[in-house]
């Protein structure tokens, strides 16, 4: 069709040469600076807010990479905003002229570098902003130049990624020569699908992603129209062609869409729509619309920090009776009558499932050489005993200590049970201890450490399931579900339940298929649906927990599976469960702080205890027998401690396993290259 429209109107005649063309009474309109008034519509180059793109901010404290930074729109917006500046390019002439307007505008350290970025001669994580804009097309193998754009970033970057969109890409098909789908223009066409698996194996993880781009589709179309009439060669790069002054046809065009743009609620007022991601206006203007999105490599998902605050929040619930009541309640023994929140764990544990494949199974797949796996591997363990230990180990000291000391009322049980539980715990058997201490003898304080003991075991053993199934993982995991689906679970059974560990882990592996969008639950969107569902699955589950369940076979299955259906909603993180307000912020404030409230909330519980126990005894005023008085004395004791514990020994405990980890990486694997340079 495309073809049939050219041969109408720019008929090819070889008799007589073409007249010139008339005049054009219009004044002149640079398609250019339309294309930018255009994806200023759409969210771009927020001077206000320092948005690159909406949700896309670059503050002085950034460091900027610009791979195949052309002209450098996405450069000079970073120096505006004051962050230090990397530009790559594999053109000499545009480096080098984008250095000189960078370095007449800033005073901050910068970069420019020409490569073709296979590899970067550049350190791991040196940039906390990375932009790679209309580049991918042209990259012969783009996994490999992905590994090095992930090696860039450092922890907690975002990348702003973009491709042409397909659609855009076959209409050209029709009218551009051939030489527009070779090197070195584009030799890649990404569907939605292709392009976020691409991003996603590279183990980045897509915030957001939205197509736009109308303008520069048809802009293109009109541009090899007009070369095509005027017999103009159509050889070498294309971008470098779209200079003024422009063929009419597309100032024609441009002027069209101004004039459209100006009108009131017009096709491009859509700055409240979201992130969208055009072509970069001014430097890649011979791409079209990109189907991409903004990519992070930042681990935390709000919407699972929702879930794991209601989790945590759970676990507290039931253990209220008997830690921190020791006398019954009768209002609680009523709500577990007909709800027990004890599942709280089973949903850890297939939150933790989905965060672990997410981020690992990408990095293992990776890997070509046994020492790479082994690096992988032993990296991934030593973030996870930086994450972990440290917090648990420090809480099993202070339990023992209290039970030493702070013991009077005998609420900390007997040292010799509290050595056991925290040799148990140290070693990471706590949960094999616990099934064998079930109803026979006494545990210790430290009880609700089998199920970290078991998440454990899980870290420990989940990297080498990758390497000795490989392509094949799933099929192990789907026996380990189905296996566990229908089964009695004994004591024993039900300290080693790994089924809503391997769902979890499915739900990741399925995430990165085109499938996983096709199913996104939309229908949440409405008002109060997410909310009414997250209310309706959790009674569900509760009602499943109660002990008239006990002996049925299926019992935990279910709740594994609930539990998945929790975390697949919330891994779209798209607020479908609870909408954002003042609500939502605590939850999450509380999800963040769940590991540490779930080790502290039993030796608070206990020391509330043992505080009215010594009040008594001292003949003085005591909120025994008024549980909303004990109940706001523990929630306040937990919430300070688990602050404490968060910002003193989980963060900085973190933060130095990482720094191991990218040192240990950085010594191995430092870039062999002429002027290599680290920033």
């Not at 073709?116 to 001669?121: I, K, T």
């Not at 078991?454 to 199934?469: A, C, G, K």
């Not at 699955?537 to 006990?550: I, P």
Request: hydrophobic share 45%; aromatic share 12%.
């Amino acid at each position: 069709m495309i073809r049939a429209l050219v041969r109408r109107f720019f008929p090819e005649t070889k008799a007589e040469p073409r007249p010139a063309p008339l005049p054009v009474e219009q004044s002149r309109v640079s398609p250019r600076e339309v294309g930018l008034h255009d994806a200023m519509h759409d969210g771009w180059f927020s001077g206000d807010s320092g948005e690159l793109l909406k949700g896309f901010a670059i503050t002085a404290d950034d460091t900027l990479l610009d791979v195949g930074c052309g002209e450098g729109v996405a450069t000079l917006f970073a120096v505006r905003q004051g962050a230090s500046v990397i530009f790559t390019d594999s053109e000499h002439d545009k480096v080098r002229e984008l250095a000189r307007q960078v370095a007449a505008q800033s005073d901050q350290p910068n970069l420019g570098l020409v490569s073709n970025s296979l590899p970067l001669p550049l350190a791991d994580g040196c940039a906390s902003k990375v932009v790679c804009m209309e580049v991918l097309e042209h990259i012969d193998q783009p996994e490999p130049f992905m590994a090095e754009l992930v090696r860039m970033g450092r922890p907690g970057a975002q990348y702003l990624l973009s491709v042409p969109s397909p659609v855009g890409e076959h209409l050209q098909k029709g009218i551009a020569p051939a030489s527009y789908f070779q090197s070195p223009n584009h030799v890649q066409i990404f569907t939605p699908e292709r392009f976020a698996a691409l991003v996603e194996d590279a183990g980045l993880v897509i915030e957001h992603r939205q197509a736009t781009g109308f303008f520069w589709v048809m802009g293109m179309i009109f541009f090899w129209a007009s070369e095509r009439a005027a017999g103009r060669d159509l050889g070498g790069a294309v971008r470098d062609r779209i200079q003024a002054p422009y063929p009419p046809l597309m100032e024609s065009w441009a002027k069209t869409w101004q004039d459209l743009l100006a009108q009131p609620d017009a096709v491009g007022d859509q700055a409240d729509a979201g992130p969208v991601h055009a072509q970069e206006p001014g430097d890649h203007c011979s791409k079209t619309s990109c189907p991409g999105g903004r990519m992070s490599n930042e681990k935390r998902i709000m919407d699972i920090e929702l879930l794991r605050g209601i989790a945590v929040l759970g676990v507290l619930f039931h253990h209220l009776q008997d830690s921190l009541f020791a006398a019954a309640v009768p209002l609680l023994q009523t709500i577990t009558l007909y709800c027990q929140p004890w599942w709280g764990v089973d949903l850890f544990f297939a939150i933790s499932g989905f965060v672990i494949a997410r981020s690992l199974i990408p990095a293992m797949r990776r890997c070509t050489t046994r020492r790479e796996y082994w690096q992988q591997t032993r990296n991934f363990w030593l973030r996870r005993a930086f994450r972990l230990l440290p917090s648990a180990w420090l809480w099993l000291a202070l339990m023992l200590l209290a039970c030493l000391f702070l013991n009077r009322s005998g609420a900390f049980g007997t040292l010799h049970a509290n050595l056991q539980a925290t040799l148990a715990g140290v070693a990471q058997y706590a949960n094999f201890r616990f099934a064998d201490s079930f109803y026979r003898y006494e545990y210790g304080t430290s009880f609700v450490y089998w199920s970290l003991s078991l998440e454990e075991q899980f870290y420990l053993l989940f990297p080498l399931m990758i390497v000795l199934f490989r392509k094949h993982l799933v099929w192990p995991l789907l026996a380990l579900v189905a296996v566990q689906l229908f089964t009695l679970r004994t004591p024993i059974l039900m300290v080693v339940r790994t089924d809503a560990l391997a769902l979890g882990v499915l739900l990741a592996m399925w995430s990165t298929q085109p499938s996983y969008l096709r199913w996104e639950p939309t229908f949440l969107r409405r008002p109060w649906a997410g909310v009414a569902a997250l209310i309706t699955v959790s009674l569900l589950l509760g009602f499943m927990a109660t002990d008239r369940f006990t002996f049925t076979q299926y019992r935990i299955g279910v709740i594994a599976v609930l539990c998945a259906m929790l975390v697949w909603i919330a891994s779209y993180n798209r607020d479908y469960l609870l909408p954002r307000g003042v609500f939502k912020h605590l939850m999450t404030w509380v999800g963040s702080r769940s590991y540490g409230i779930y080790l502290i909330h039993i030796p608070a519980y206990l020391l509330v205890r043992e505080f009215i126990f010594r009040l008594q005894a001292a003949g003085l005023p005591s909120p025994a027998g008024h549980p909303i008085l004990m109940l706001l004395m523990a929630g306040g004791l937990i919430v300070l401690l688990s602050e404490l514990n968060y910002r003193y020994i989980e963060m900085p405990m973190r933060n130095r396993g990482a720094s191991l980890v990218k040192r240990l990486g950085t010594s191995r694997t430092a870039v062999s290259s002429s002027g290599a340079t680290s920033c």
